[in-house]
């Protein structure tokens, strides 16, 4: 059974940094694609950034130059820096693995960003 959560949410001022981390269980973030989703109040969920097999990414303009996604493939995770946070980053963090053609969400933790 394939499982990921998320960890390292919390309050950060603007122009603050946090770095969020998905641990996957049941697949390896190695070899299937991993991304970062985020829910604003009131808003839609929207795609963040992803991580592909090999050596590929790819960033959702709204973050791009601000948030880098990685990983590390001896603790089965996907990290998420996210640097020169605005109070419109604040939102639900989800995290979302696809394995096998389906799509397997984490429950998600609250980033808020404010002075």
């Known amino acids: 059974q394939v499982t990921v959560v998320e960890s390292g949410g919390g309050l950060v001022q603007p122009g603050g940094s946090l770095r969020r981390a998905c641990a996957a269980s049941g697949m390896s973030v190695m070899t299937n694609v991993v991304a970062w989703y985020r829910q604003a109040p009131g808003k839609e969920r929207e795609f963040l950034a992803a991580?592909?097999?090999?050596?590929?990414?790819k960033y959702s303009d709204n973050v791009e130059g601000r948030f880098t996604i990685s990983r590390s493939n001896t603790k089965n995770e996907v990290y998420l820096q996210m640097n020169s946070l605005k109070s419109e980053d604040l939102g639900i963090y989800y995290c979302?693995?696809?394995?096998?053609?389906?799509?397997?969400w984490g429950p998600g933790t609250q980033v808020t960003v404010s002075s």
């Open positions: 991580i592909y097999p090999g050596a590929n990414w």
């Open positions: 979302k693995a696809i394995w096998r053609g389906n799509d397997f």
